[in-house]
């Protein structure tokens, strides 16, 4: 009997399930055409890869809608795609967007630097605070958006205030669930009206397609697709079936994720030359009550400060045998970054200390090695401090 509702793992790997036919392929073939017959006299829809509706395009937007338990969805060919495309379609010249403080740095200098020549202006405020997001509003305020968990102190945001406030003032609520995946965290469950995610990161999982999307209401998507169609930025259908084929595999990795990010913080801990450990499993988080309610996994990153400051770190960086000194996150091999050279490297050292982010603070990526060897691989790299 089919499943009437399938889980994570299943849609993530089936997508909608339907029985196929004697001789089908049982992948969806990547379809390399960028054009696709039309009926004359104009009876058929224009199927053109720009405008996202490719086998492939739709085949992965609808999966990735149904994981978010989303009306529908789109892919763009970035997250930071993703995330101007969504702001745009909600919000008109003269609107006035309430943002976290605390979000990636391409979105702040997408917001600071571009959002101005739409005559679209901006607050910041501090997520944790409720009475911040009503005190910033403003008679032109349309939206608000944040970022959970965030980067890099993994501070998990709780939706629950701040969708009341959207609710009661009639504003869109955005949200960028790229460090969760909705294996963890689906905000539309949560009252979000529009997910944003960069596939480039768990989605795909890989580190080799570099991708975003965005989910929510079907109008909402209707208007992305209209954007995205006249601005260009869509998914190519060869990224399209990569980032699938990762996709399938998205509960699996993120499981295994979860529970290797839970084992290095722990492990952490414990370490004489370990200053600070950031993950939103322990205890010690300042969000660890919130994201035991709200998430289902704390993920696999973590934050560390290590002894030394910045020449600590170094020294750290350049004894990690199994870790690969990397920007970016969520692959299946484990990556370390550190926040000052990337992220946050637009901030003085003071600036960053005041977030939270003194130097010596390396980020890690868990991938799926053997939670052992990642351990090992930092042990090593601690001992030569
Ligand atoms: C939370 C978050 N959102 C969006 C982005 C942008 O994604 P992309 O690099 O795919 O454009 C990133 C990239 O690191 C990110 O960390």
Same mark, same amino acid.
């Given at each position: 009997?089919?499943?009437?509702?399938?889980?994570?793992?299943?849609?993530?790997?089936?997508?909608?399930?339907?029985?196929?036919?004697?001789?089908?392929?049982?992948?969806?073939?990547?379809?390399?055409?960028?054009?696709?017959?039309?009926?004359?006299?104009? @009876?058929?829809?224009?199927?053109?890869?720009?405008?996202?509706?490719?086998?492939?395009?739709?085949?992965?937007?609808?999966?990735?809608?149904?994981?978010?338990?989303?009306?529908?969805?789109?892919?763009?060919?970035?997250?930071?795609?993703?995330?101007?495309?969504?702001?745009?379609?909600?919000?008109?010249?003269?609107?006035?967007?309430?943002?976290?403080?605390?979000?990636?740095?391409?979105?702040?200098?997408?917001?600071?630097?571009?959002?101005?020549?739409? @005559?679209?202006?901006?607050?910041?405020?501090?997520?944790?605070?409720?009475?911040?997001?009503?005190?910033?509003?403003?008679?032109?305020?349309?939206?608000?958006?944040?970022?959970?968990?965030?980067?890099?102190?993994?501070?998990?945001?709780?939706?629950?205030?701040?969708?009341?406030?959207?609710?009661?003032?009639?504003?869109?609520?955005?949200?960028?669930?790229?460090?969760?995946?909705?294996?963890?965290?689906?905000?539309?469950?949560?009252?979000?009206?529009?997910?944003?995610?960069?596939?480039?990161?768990?989605?795909?999982?890989?580190?080799?397609?570099?991708?975003?999307?965005?989910?929510?209401?079907?109008?909402?998507?209707?208007?992305?697709?209209?954007?995205?169609?006249?601005?260009?930025?869509?998914?190519?259908?060869?990224?399209?079936?990569?980032?699938?084929?990762?996709?399938?595999?998205?509960?699996?990795?993120?499981?295994?994720?979860?529970?290797?990010?839970?084992?290095?913080?722990?492990?952490?801990? @414990?370490?004489?030359?370990?200053?600070?450990?950031?993950?939103?499993?322990?205890?010690?988080?300042?969000?660890?009550?919130?994201?035991?309610?709200?998430?289902?996994?704390?993920?696999?990153?973590?934050?560390?400060?290590?002894?030394?400051?910045?020449?600590?770190?170094?020294?750290?960086?350049?004894?990690?045998?199994?870790?690969?000194?990397?920007?970016?996150?969520? @692959?299946?091999?484990?990556?370390?970054?550190?926040?000052?050279?990337?992220?946050?490297?637009?901030?003085?050292?003071?600036?960053?200390?005041?977030?939270?982010?003194?130097?010596?603070?390396?980020?890690?990526?868990?991938?799926?090695?053997?939670?052992?060897?990642?351990?090992?691989?930092?042990?090593?790299?601690?001992?030569?401090?």
């Amino acid at each position: 009997m089919t499943p009437l509702r399938p889980g994570r793992s299943t849609v993530a790997v089936h997508g909608h399930l339907s029985r196929p036919r004697a001789g089908e392929p049982v992948v969806l073939p990547v379809h390399q055409s960028t054009t696709y017959v039309q009926e004359v006299g104009g @009876g058929s829809e224009v199927r053109y890869e720009r405008y996202g509706n490719t086998p492939n395009q739709l085949a992965l937007a609808r999966k990735y809608a149904a994981l978010e338990g989303a009306e529908a969805a789109i892919f763009l060919s970035s997250g930071m795609a993703a995330t101007a495309m969504a702001h745009l379609a909600v919000l008109r010249p003269g609107d006035h967007l309430i943002a976290s403080q605390f979000i990636y740095g391409g979105t702040r200098k997408l917001f600071d630097e571009e959002f101005g020549r739409f @005559g679209i202006s901006l607050s910041y405020i501090d997520p944790s605070q409720p009475r911040a997001w009503r005190k910033a509003l403003k008679k032109n305020t349309r939206a608000v958006f944040f970022e959970s968990p965030t980067n890099p102190n993994m501070r998990v945001v709780d939706p629950a205030p701040i969708a009341s406030i959207a609710k009661e003032y009639g504003l869109a609520l955005l949200v960028d669930s790229t460090f969760a995946s909705p294996i963890n965290f689906r905000p539309i469950e949560h009252g979000a009206d529009v997910v944003i995610t960069s596939g480039t990161k768990y989605l795909n999982g890989h580190s080799d397609v570099t991708a975003g999307a965005v989910a929510g209401t079907q109008s909402l998507v209707d208007e992305v697709v209209r954007l995205a169609r006249t601005w260009g930025p869509i998914l190519d259908s060869h990224s399209a079936w990569l980032l699938d084929r990762g996709l399938k595999t998205l509960a699996l990795r993120v499981a295994r994720q979860n529970s290797t990010g839970l084992a290095v913080a722990t492990w952490a801990t @414990g370490q004489r030359k370990v200053q600070e450990v950031h993950y939103p499993g322990l205890a010690t988080h300042p969000d660890h009550a919130i994201a035991a309610r709200i998430l289902d996994g704390f993920g696999g990153m973590v934050g560390l400060v290590v002894d030394g400051g910045a020449a600590g770190a170094e020294r750290f960086l350049r004894r990690l045998r199994v870790f690969t000194h990397a920007p970016s996150l969520a @692959g299946v091999e484990s990556l370390v970054s550190e926040p000052r050279l990337t992220s946050h490297a637009s901030l003085t050292p003071e600036q960053r200390a005041a977030q939270g982010i003194p130097d010596g603070y390396v980020r890690l990526s868990c991938g799926v090695e053997d939670a052992e060897d990642l351990i090992a691989d930092l042990k090593q790299a601690l001992d030569g401090l």
